[in-house]
């Protein structure tokens, strides 16, 4: 696989690198996952703080290859992590710019690639990794209004909102609650094909919907029902519901499955 010669160069570039404390890498390579469509995911752990000038950024990225596209990550929540498109070979590469001290807070475990005098060790051996969990009460106070809002998009015929918003919850929602259902870690609906069993990932796609009303609502109920499957399965008795939220909520689904908009 061309991530692993990727990230050899880039020790080899870097370990002598006075200004690099410590170079890591993470993602699927850390479960022997990496295939040929995987990214590699690399953390560079430098002294000064570099996460916060994106031309430093891109003054180490562009040490490591051929790189031909390069943009920070605050779609994503993280503007210390440069995503970058490399070039012979095509390779998408995540590099996250750290401190010693920002190292310590993670999801993983990383692979030590560079190690200056055992540093990120010593932080690995004294602190855990923590992998953010869905909060279940969150969730619940938000989910019925959720499907409120939904309901307005296909009462109205927006039909491509409906849609996108779909996969908001199957991203935030029914994929997490699904993966812990499963004892996966809540990875959104990462490799939900394959981590899954059969009668777990068709209910999750019973929530794609067509471009059409009777599709939507369709998956709409499918959404529901999923719902309430998951919430008896994982939550506590300490899980306040809104039970005239659901209620006034079923009945809307009911007026808009029932009027007659082409």
């Known amino acids: 696989m061309i991530q692993q010669p990727f990230a050899q160069h880039a020790t080899e570039i870097l370990k002598n690198d006075e200004s690099v404390i410590g170079l890591a890498v993470g993602g699927s390579w850390l479960s022997n996952e990496i295939d040929e469509f995987s990214d590699l995911d690399l953390i560079l752990i430098t002294r000064e703080k570099v996460s916060a000038d994106k031309s430093k950024m891109l003054q180490y990225a562009n040490r490591l290859g051929e790189m031909i596209s390069a ?3 605050e779609h994503v929540g993280e503007p210390r992590l440069l995503i970058c498109l490399y070039d012979n070979p095509l390779l998408h590469v995540d590099i996250k710019f750290l401190t010693l001290d920002e190292f310590a807070s993670r999801v993983e475990n990383p692979i030590l690639l560079i190690d200056r005098d055992c540093q990120l060790q010593k932080i690995l051996d004294q602190t855990e990794a923590k992998f953010p969990y869905p909060d279940y009460q969150w969730i619940e106070d938000r989910f019925w209004t959720w499907m409120h809002y939904a309901l307005l998009k296909i009462g109205r015929g927006e039909y491509l909102e409906a849609l996108d918003f779909f996969g908001f919850l199957r991203m935030v ?24 069993p059969a009668e777990d990932f068709n209910r999750l796609k019973s929530t794609i919907a067509e471009y059409n009303k009777a599709s ?27 039970e005239k939220a659901e209620s006034v909520v079923i009945q809307y689904l009911a007026k808009i499955k029932d009027s007659r908009l082409e």
């Open 216 to 242: 939507l609502i369709t998956s709409l109920e499918n959404a529901i029902a999923l719902y309430k499957n998951l919430r008896v399965n994982l939550y506590a008795e300490n899980i306040k519901q809104n």
């Open 173 to 196: 929602v029914f994929g997490p609650l699904l993966h812990i259902k499963n004892n996966n870690l809540p990875r959104g609906v990462r490799k939900v094909e394959t981590q899954l």
């Open 71 to 73: 943009f920070t990550g």
